[in-house]
């Protein structure tokens, strides 16, 4: 009986082979709504952004993995603030679920679900904090099939979002049934972080109204 490796060690290309995934354009309906229906006064937080957007721009080529994922990453999660009476955000933990008798399982980055002690029901996922330089693997078919484990594990028609992460660069990343869409990249050393900074808020308002129904 097969046994499923670790996510990890999944690339784009299979996992759309064994899910029968599909691409879709980043005109993809569900994404342009996701990533454009955005509140764009960010007045208050304006000189707070800038202030980590320079941080990020002196320390983009010498960070390592785990200093982007401190000082950039975690301060801009923070300040969203994904931790609710219903869901919080999890980091550095595995999701599971069942797939062809055997467990689908991995380790995932950051994601935020229903659950108080573990994530239970996954709606968001952000994966691969990783250098500008020297990337390496496959960071979509990482994220993808996180993904596709919590679409399994949620049994609901409901959309999965996630992003990930190559240095400067945050592709959004939108699964609902066996179609998906990747945005064009939002780079965080330029202005687009305040899209960057909007489509995280409105991905919490998209959360708080899916837990309103349950």
């Known amino acids: 009986?097969?046994?499923?490796?670790?996510?990890?060690?999944?690339?784009?290309?299979?996992?759309?082979?064994?899910?029968?995934?599909?691409?879709?354009s980043e005109e993809y309906p569900a994404l342009t709504r996701w990533i454009t229906e955005i509140e764009t006064d960010l007045a208050e937080i304006n000189t707070w952004l800038?202030?980590?957007?320079?941080?990020?721009?002196?320390?983009?080529?010498?960070?390592?993995?785990?200093?982007?994922?401190?000082k950039f990453i975690g301060p801009l999660l923070a300040k969203v603030?994904?931790?609710?009476?219903?869901?919080?955000?999890?980091?550095?933990?595995?999701?599971?679920?069942?797939?062809?008798?055997?467990?689908?399982?991995?380790q995932v980055d950051f994601v935020v679900a229903w659950g108080k002690h573990v994530p239970e029901t996954?709606?968001?996922?952000?994966?691969?904090?990783?250098?500008?330089?020297?990337?390496?693997?496959?960071?979509?078919?990482?994220l993808l099939i996180a993904m596709v484990t919590a679409q399994?594990?949620?049994?609901?028609?409901?959309?999965?979002?996630?992003?990930?992460?190559?240095g400067r660069a945050w592709y959004f990343v939108i699964l609902h049934g066996q179609e998906y869409?990747?945005?064009?990249?939002?780079?965080?050393?330029?202005?687009?972080?305040?899209q960057l900074y909007g489509i995280l808020l409105h991905t919490r308002q998209i959360i708080d109204k899916r837990v309103s129904t349950l």
């Open 152 to 166: 399994i594990l949620n049994h609901d028609e409901f959309p999965i979002y996630g992003a990930y992460i190559i």
């Open 50 to 70: 800038q202030q980590l957007q320079t941080q990020l721009r002196k320390n983009i080529y010498t960070w390592n993995e785990e200093e982007l994922r401190v």
């Open 81 to 106: 603030n994904f931790d609710h009476d219903n869901y919080q955000s999890f980091f550095e933990r595995e999701i599971s679920a069942l797939y062809k008798n055997q467990p689908l399982a991995g």
């Open 181 to 194: 869409a990747v945005s064009l990249a939002y780079d965080a050393t330029k202005d687009e972080i305040y």
């Open 1 to 24: 009986m097969k046994k499923w490796k670790p996510f990890s060690k999944w690339t784009v290309t299979e996992v759309e082979r064994e899910f029968q995934l599909q691409e879709q």
């Open 122 to 142: 996954p709606y968001f996922f952000l994966h691969e904090h990783k250098r500008e330089a020297n990337s390496s693997d496959d960071p979509r078919g990482q």
